[in-house]
């Protein structure tokens, strides 16, 4: 049933569509495209700056921890430091070498083989065979003589 303020003729008529004009705004991409040029690199630049005072800041940490004699917070710290910078070969040796220090029980005795391990492959020549060394101490403590 029509509405009554609407006329019979007025139901049956399709609804007029309106033409919607499209306008490309070439200012606003290009000032889009400009800022987006500026704002990227920079913010890639300012997180890189804000990686490397973390990675320096947990490395005196662990420094300042290891003169404490806290082996077991400073191997923490420079695990955390490797996870910003995993191609430091000296910072995993001392990983290696703290975490060591640190290791009680068998089974950290064993995390710090593997520690060794990974030290080694990435160290220089003139450390490997300290390292090779303690490697075999450890295995030997841990009764594992084969690897030995």
Do not use: C
Request: charged fraction near 25%; avoid cysteine; hydrophobic fraction near 45%.
């Amino acid at each position: 049933m029509p509405d009554r303020n609407q006329s019979p003729s007025a139901s049956s008529r399709p609804a007029a569509r309106s033409k919607t004009v499209r306008i490309f705004n070439t200012r606003l991409l290009l000032g889009t495209l400009i800022a987006a040029a500026v704002i990227g690199p920079a913010a890639y630049f300012w997180y890189a700056l804000q990686v490397r005072w973390t990675a320096e800041a947990m490395l005196e940490r662990a420094a300042t921890l290891v003169e404490e004699k806290n082996d077991a917070q400073a191997a923490q710290y420079y695990f955390q430091y490797l996870k910003l910078r995993p191609d430091d070969a000296d910072v995993q040796v001392l990983l290696a070498e703290t975490f060591d220090r640190a290791a009680k029980d068998a089974a950290s005795k064993a995390q710090a083989v593997e520690y060794f391990y990974q030290a080694i492959g990435v160290a220089p020549a003139d450390k490997q065979r300290d390292l090779h060394r303690r490697v075999g101490e450890l295995l030997i403590e841990l009764r594992r003589f084969v690897p030995a």
